[in-house]
């Protein structure tokens, strides 16, 4: 699911709302976020560090 976000400059489409969500933290969260979700086997941690940076997304979403 594709969502759109339009700013004074343009418009920038998201393919995933975690791909948005990431976009709204500060880069290096963003960074060490991805690079804990790559290495991490267990969705349960990487929702579990989500959920500490402010994710309020569905659990399904950031599963994908």
């Known amino acids: 699911m594709a969502t759109k976000r ?3 400059t ?3 489409v998201y393919l995933t ?3 948005q969500w990431l976009d709204t933290l500060p880069a290096a969260d963003s960074e060490d976020f991805r690079e804990f979700a790559d290495y991490t086997p267990s969705i349960i941690e990487i929702w579990v560090f989500a959920g500490i940076l402010g994710y309020e997304g569905k659990f399904t979403d950031l599963s994908r």
């Open 6 to 8: 339009a700013s004074a």
């Open 10 to 12: 343009g418009s920038k």
């Open 17 to 19: 709302v975690v791909d």
